[in-house]
């Protein structure tokens, strides 16, 4: 989900470089954030090992909602979750440009298209998907 969330990003860079970036999908990031994040947190995805630094459970106190958004870990281990998370969001771009970065004919038909038409029909993508390998592998 985080490489698929990253590839407009990945498309950009591979046809614009990487001072030409434009602002990009705001939801898409907020994607990426959040299952990285839940990645490192949650599912102890991360080279902090597999701990859950976040945890579901219920106050039993009356002021559950102000403890809910308390975190139960350190300020440093808090930089560290951070850090992992921007390895992720970071690796996840380098594959997702990976993924791109011999498919710029392939990108480039998909924008002509929707230059002409405004939208793309799940159709006309998986057509032109199975079209260009095809013919180029």
């Known amino acids: 989900k985080i490489v698929i969330s990253l590839g407009s990003r990945a498309a950009e860079l591979i046809v614009f470089g990487s001072n030409e970036i434009t602002q990009g999908s705001q939801r898409d990031f907020e994607n990426v954030y959040f299952w990285a994040h839940q990645m490192v947190t949650k599912f102890g995805f991360s080279d902090l090992g597999p701990i859950a630094y976040d945890s579901d459970k219920e106050s039993v106190f009356l002021g ?19 850090q992992q998370i921007i390895s992720i969001a970071n690796k996840a771009i380098n594959h997702a440009t990976k993924l791109l970065s011999d498919k710029v004919d392939l990108m480039d038909t998909l924008v002509d298209e929707l230059i002409v038409t405004e939208t793309l029909k799940a159709d006309y993508i998986i057509n032109s998907v199975n079209s260009y390998l095809a013919n180029y592998s």
């Open 64 to 82: 559950k909602d102000i403890l809910k958004n308390r975190k139960e870990y350190s300020q440093q281990t808090s930089k560290e979750i951070d």
